[in-house]
């Protein structure tokens, strides 16, 4: 079942699978959109009802035109749909609001599912000074071309050929990057507070990542208390179109195991 959810000042399209089971929210990278899930969850629906949306401006859902945050956001879908308690799986920003809820909400998060995962708080660059100069100055030229082919060798160093997969993902999410920067509200800090989590959690590195990712994967880790972590050694930052088959068993694994 397909429908646009009200949310505060907006609303954004969303996927309900129904059926039985843990329910599993699915929360997309910024370098995709909700379609990102398409190659993992025809195994994620045989065994959990599953939940999929797509962020302000990104895939289905109208831009946004006032402020927003990612965490309220994704309470205001669970309300909708009437979850009570969920497993969440992020990637890359798609973990920020899963962490956050997790901390400020933990009785409503039975599970969590991190890969590449970003978090608010992060002492150190997850991007760097040359990244950010050459993006604001492919922007500024109104250069998509180059946005896309700086974005390719940032986060899809993994990828063969043309990458057409990557290419076409990445290049449908960069408008967003832009409509929403005015409005977006940053969660509050949480990378000092992971040690607070206390839910049962496995984070997946992309071995193919930016080093500045892979170590905060690392870090973030190593804080969460009993957190199992995966090294993807064919991934990137796009874990689930590089190793769908490793980030499903991953997921279905955590889950079997939540009670």
Not at 93 to 112: E, F, I, S
């Amino acid at each position: 079942m397909e429908l646009m959810v009200s949310v505060k000042n907006g609303e954004v399209w969303a996927e309900d699978s129904g059926g039985d089971g843990l329910p599993l929210v699915l929360l997309h990278p910024g370098i995709g959109d909700s379609s990102v899930w398409d190659p993992i969850r025809p195994r994620l629906v045989e065994r959990h009802r599953v939940i999929r949306y797509d962020v302000r401006g990104f895939g289905r859902s109208p831009v946004a035109t006032a402020t927003y945050s990612l965490v309220e956001d994704l309470v205001a879908v669970l309300d909708h749909f009437g979850l009570r308690r969920v497993a969440l799986v992020g990637t890359s920003m798609g973990g920020v609001p899963a962490v956050n809820l997790a901390l400020d909400d933990p009785a409503r998060v039975a599970a969590l599912a991190l890969l590449c995962p970003g978090v608010t708080g992060y002492p150190g660059e997850l991007t760097t000074p040359e990244f950010m100069a050459e993006l604001e100055a492919r922007a500024e030229a109104g250069d998509m071309d180059g946005i896309l082919a700086l974005a390719m060798r940032t986060w899809a160093m993994a990828g063969v050929g043309d990458d057409a997969e990557a290419a076409a993902q990445i290049r449908a999410s960069i408008p967003a990057w832009f409509t929403n920067q005015p409005y977006q509200v940053q969660d509050p800090p949480t990378f000092g507070r992971l040690g607070e989590l206390a839910v049962p959690c496995a984070l997946a590195l992309g071995e193919q990542d930016q080093p500045e990712v892979v170590r905060c994967n690392e870090d973030m880790a190593a804080r969460i208390p009993g957190c199992r972590l995966v090294r993807l050694p064919g991934s990137d930052h796009l874990p689930t179109l590089r190793e769908p088959e490793a980030v499903a068993d991953l997921v279905l694994e955590l889950c079997d195991g939540v009670r």
